[in-house]
């Protein structure tokens, strides 16, 4: 065979490739250690918590850090921070897992059917995404949050819904680009109808900038269930939110330094996280940086 | 089923009539194609040939109806085939011919193979579409497909992603998928060797002879290159700006090519004997006109070395010439042959025209 030119098929798959190029770049390594910290700290917490978090020690009330009982010291109700701040990476956890998934649900729905489909659909679908796009952000999340109900779930939900425009603008646009390649044409004509080809001939090679996007939404949700809970809609006492930690300590921010620097430490160092490893995620998936 | 059907010609597979084609673009409406009758019998190898722009393609992406619509319509005419005129029905109802008793290979087989899928489960999958095949027996049968399409080591081939293979590979890979069909009737060829070397080429269009011998279908070969008709066609369709101007037996329109542009087409195919005497490759001066503005007359006037005013007013008749041999062309048949062609005539290269 005069075209057999590829004896030696290489074992190398999108996976593989990226996990490659993602051990190469400092930043995505970072990025990796932090989340895997905060990983295993939600899964973990009670193994690693040394205290209750929410028990409430008044004689020991706002003691200094790094002592052997108190590593990050006590808040102003005598609990012990550090447990708080790691049964605190279980919600922001799940506060990123669920609104992600709500904004990356709806916004795959949307931006398929718009992006494959195109036409008025897709101009009306476009309209309505940019009247939620004209909302500032965080005063949208704010208005769900005042319809739905001040609590962390309704956070979450507002959350994820403020987030859909952001995953739809993205799946669209990754679609229309996609759809007009010859291999979408090509499938057509074995036969394959609409659903297929949206599900699995054109989702599929999307998944790289839809990828990015949710990595950077899990720090975004973070961040702005933090700012929920700081300003009171979203988790309420005495559930160990980060950001609900910064609001009620932040009284005694001259007197006990600490009571409001470790949770916002925490919150920096995740949202800082799951950057670091979009960002990098981004110069390992697009094909236009790869050599 | 409520469409209308046809019984003429028993022995053909396929047949187009009066089909007309628009594109309805920004700068007006193109006129891909123009009342265009086609017909192809069963097992047979038409070759539609024509230079880029003429109409090929949307004939062959017409058949199937994957013309995309907007900015494509088809305005008129019908597609019949076994009996049935395809463009009555909805895309709903055109669905179960594609891949089945319609294949289709295109051009670029770089880009036409979905990039993140093995190619094995990629035929696996149009196996398990229309044949109902397991997983397992799909993929079974996807190796055997890499096989008979002559596909070195198939068994590991079909682990590969398309990226991992050469141009060639990818094409005999997409032949594979024409015919993971339950009875093939019409593969479409569009342009199946343009993308590939010429040693390749010759491997591929051989295979696709092999092929079709065996499995007993029909191909519509649409290729630019008259050294490829010449070689496998059994009839010939000659298209300019979108209408036919030729057709007939491949041997005698080779043999003897009576419209100027079948004329020309074949004086631009590189011979030894040209190389011998040291004449440059020649080529049709001028472009295919642009489509929009085309009127109703002769569509190669303005390339024509024997124009004359007639072909600038009316559109040419049907000349038959022999039995099944005809020309659109108001001096078909008045004509010098091929070799007794003017020097220059057909073949000039000056510097206006740039081919």
């Known amino acids: 065979m005069t075209d057999d030119t590829t004896l030696h098929i290489p074992e190398q798959s999108l996976f593989r490739e990226t996990i490659v190029g993602l051990s190469k770049n400092k930043g995505a390594i970072a990025g990796l250690i932090i989340i895997c910290l905060f990983i295993i700290s939600a899964l973990g917490a009670p193994l690693i918590a040394p205290h209750d978090p929410v028990r409430q020690v008044i004689e020991h009330r706002l003691a200094k850090p790094f002592t052997p009982s108190y590593i990050l010291g006590t808040d102003d109700l005598g609990r012990d921070l550090f447990s708080r701040i790691v049964y605190g990476s279980r919600i922001s956890l799940i506060i990123g897992i669920v609104s992600v998934g709500i904004s990356l649900s709806f916004g795959l729905i949307i931006g398929t059917l718009s992006g494959y489909y195109g036409g008025w659909f897709d101009r009306i679908v476009m309209r309505l995404i940019d009247i939620m796009l004209a909302f500032p952000y965080i005063l949208l999340t704010i208005v769900i949050v005042a319809i739905l109900g001040a609590s962390l779930l309704n956070a979450m939900i507002a959350i994820g819904i403020s987030q859909i425009p952001q995953y739809a603008r993205v799946v669209r646009a990754t679609v229309l680009a996609e759809k007009e390649n010859d291999y979408v044409v090509a499938e057509r004509s074995l036969g394959a109808h609409d659903l297929e080809l949206m599900l699995r001939t054109i989702l599929p090679n999307c998944i790289a900038p839809i990828f990015v996007q949710a990595t950077l939404g899990i720090g975004d949700a973070i961040l702005s269930s933090a700012a929920l809970s700081f300003l009171g809609l979203g988790a309420q006492p005495p559930t160990p939110e980060w950001g609900l930690m910064v609001a009620t300590a932040k009284e005694f921010v001259t007197s006990a330094w600490w009571v409001v620097t470790f949770p916002g430490i925490a919150i920096l160092l995740t949202v800082l996280g799951f950057n670091l490893m979009s960002d990098s995620l981004r110069d390992v998936l697009d094909p236009r940086l790869k050599d | ?355």
């Open chain 2, 1 to 355: 089923m409520a469409h209308v059907t046809w019984r003429r010609h028993s022995d053909d597979l396929l047949e187009i009539r009066n089909l007309s084609v628009n594109f309805y673009t920004k700068r007006g409406v193109v006129r891909a194609v123009r009342n265009l009758d086609l017909r192809i019998r069963r097992g047979e190898t038409l070759a539609l040939v024509g230079e880029s722009g003429c109409g090929k393609s949307v004939t062959a992406l017409s058949i199937n109806q994957l013309i995309p619509t907007p900015p494509g319509k088809i305005e008129s005419g019908s597609v019949i085939f076994e009996g049935t005129d395809l463009l009555t029905l909805s895309e709903k109802e055109v669905q179960p011919y594609r891949g089945t008793r319609i294949s289709m290979i295109f051009q670029e087989p770089m880009t036409s193979l979905n990039p993140v899928f093995k190619v094995g489960n990629q035929i696996a999958d149009v196996l398990i579409t229309h044949q109902g095949y397991s997983r397992k027996e799909a993929f079974q049968k996807a190796i055997e497909l890499l096989d008979l399409v002559k596909i070195p080591a198939p068994e590991r081939r079909a682990h590969a992603f398309p990226h991992q293979l050469s141009g060639g590979m990818r094409q005999r890979v997409m032949i594979a998928l024409a015919l993971a069909s339950p009875e093939p009737g019409l593969l479409i060829a569009d342009e199946p060797t343009t993308a590939l070397d010429v040693t390749i080429q010759a491997q591929i269009l051989d295979l696709l002879k092999d092929l079709q011998q065996r499995v007993k279908m029909a191909l519509l070969l649409i290729t630019h290159d008259m050294g490829v008709v010449a070689e496998n066609a059994d009839r010939v369709v000659v298209m300019y700006a979108g209408c036919k101007v030729e057709e007939g037996d491949a041997t005698a329109l080779i043999k003897s090519p009576t419209h100027p542009y079948t004329l020309g087409l074949l004086n631009s195919l590189p011979s030894n004997k040209k190389y011998q005497s040291a004449r440059r490759l020649e080529s049709i001066r001028g472009t295919v006109p642009d489509l929009i503005s085309l009127g109703d007359w002769c569509p190669f006037e303005n390339r024509c070395p024997f124009v004359q005013p007639i072909c600038r007013t009316q559109f040419p008749p049907r000349v038959e010439l022999a039995d099944g041999h005809a020309a659109w062309c108001h001096f078909a048949g008045d004509l010098p042959a091929g070799d007794d062609l003017p020097a220059g005539a057909a073949g000039q290269r000056p510097n206006e025209g740039e081919g």
